[in-house]
């Protein structure tokens, strides 16, 4: 014996916070490793979620008394490992394995991306995320979005009202650029008690530029392709009342055919049902969540495009009952992509929400980047 006596027990020397095997944990405890006397020789601390292994940084304090985490709040859903070697004062190392689990969230948050993975896009894409739940910690959710292009440009966050937060340059992409989108929204808090799920990366590339020029007065379209003109289109845009925005639009949605009817977007008669109910409307393209399209037209008489407006203010292109491709909507739909601009000018109506669509290339840039979150 060497008067020391005898070591005492492990979980004496070494006490770790929050207590070993216990479950349900919250995020707001705090997680410690201490010791009473003596001083902690290391400290491992690992956190486990779906399957994937993540050490947790953290440093032992001067005096050799604590451990502390560099995130101070613990992560929801998650296993913890927590492996402690600890010195005392007579020179005996005792060790400590602690487990415990923290409370799984009753709601979460999710982000729906546009464009879709993968995706070759025009040159006119915003990315936007849209959330499944009402965001009010913005300025969190707006950090744990990182997107990034190649050849780099500067890409700034806008967000719309509490539940969509759009991406853009301050010019349209070049084409060519490689743009990628990380999300990374596990165990962000966007609202009290609401946590991300997902850890998500996308990209998308960049396509030729093509960008067409509605003029509502003259009543044609000027396709642009590379910054040369392609084509001038005849058209028919929004009829007196019922006109077609002005301003930059995007094509978010690509239809080789699809059912308009007018009670969707407001248009009703007397009995409720829509001013009209188009079964097969040919090669349209989205150009507003509100309901502008950009779309064949084979029921009104061929003598319409390019000298008057008729629509109820979705633009119209000359086609045949089914789709042509031969037609100038079948045309203009096989040269087009997601992502391309379609800007409306010297048309009887207001500019186009930025909300309405990816409509946000009608803001100033310095407009635009006065809507982030994060000052």
């Not at 407001?266 to 393209?285: L, N, Q, S, T």
Request: a positive charge; hydrophobic letters at 35%; aromatic letters at 8%.
């Amino acid at each position: 014996m060497d008067g020391r006596g005898a070591p005492p027990a492990p979980e004496e020397v070494i006490r770790i916070t929050p207590d070993d095997g216990s479950k349900g944990v919250g995020r707001d405890e705090r997680l410690s490793v201490r010791v009473s006397g003596g001083r902690l020789e290391s400290v491992r601390v690992v956190r486990s979620q779906d399957a994937r292994e993540t050490p947790v940084p953290g440093r032992i304090t001067a005096d050799g008394r604590r451990w502390e985490p560099a995130d101070g709040r613990l992560a929801p859903a998650a296993a913890y490992t927590v492996d402690a070697v600890a010195v005392d004062r007579h020179g005996h190392r005792s060790a400590r394995h602690a487990t415990f689990t923290t409370q799984v969230p009753r709601e979460r948050f999710i982000g729906y991306v546009t464009p879709e993975n993968r995706a070759t896009v025009g040159t006119g894409m915003i990315v936007s995320v849209e959330f499944n739940r009402r965001i009010t910690r913005r300025a969190a959710v707006e950090r744990a979005v990182r997107v990034t292009a190649d050849p780099a440009v500067e890409i700034r966050p806008h967000w719309f009202g509490d539940d969509r937060l759009d991406f853009r340059p301050e010019k349209y992409w070049k084409p060519g650029t490689r743009v990628t989108v990380r999300l990374r929204f596990r165990d962000v808090e966007g609202a009290p008690g609401v946590y991300g799920l997902q850890y998500r990366t996308y990209s998308f590339t960049v396509g030729r530029s093509q960008v067409s020029v509605v003029d509502a007065a003259e009543h044609t379209m000027r396709v642009h392709r590379d910054g040369e003109l392609l084509a001038t289109v005849p058209i028919t845009a929004g009829a007196p009342g019922t006109a077609t925005y002005n301003g930059k639009m995007v094509v978010t949605e690509m239809l080789e055919l699809t059912r308009m009817n007018g009670a969707t977007v407001g248009f009703k008669k007397a009995d409720g049902k829509g001013e009209y109910d188009i079964p097969d409307v040919p090669h349209a393209m989205r150009l507003t969540t509100s309901g502008t399209f950009l779309h064949g037209n084979y029921w009104a008489p061929a003598d319409v495009f390019g000298r008057s407006n008729v629509s109820h203010g979705c633009v119209g292109l000359r086609d045949v009952k089914g789709g042509g491709s031969d037609t100038p909507a079948g045309w203009f739909f096989d040269r087009s992509l997601v992502g391309d601009v379609v800007e409306v000018v010297r048309s009887k109506d207001g500019k186009v929400a930025p909300d309405n669509g990816l409509g946000g290339w009608n803001m100033s840039w310095r407009a635009w980047k006065a809507g982030s979150a994060v000052k």
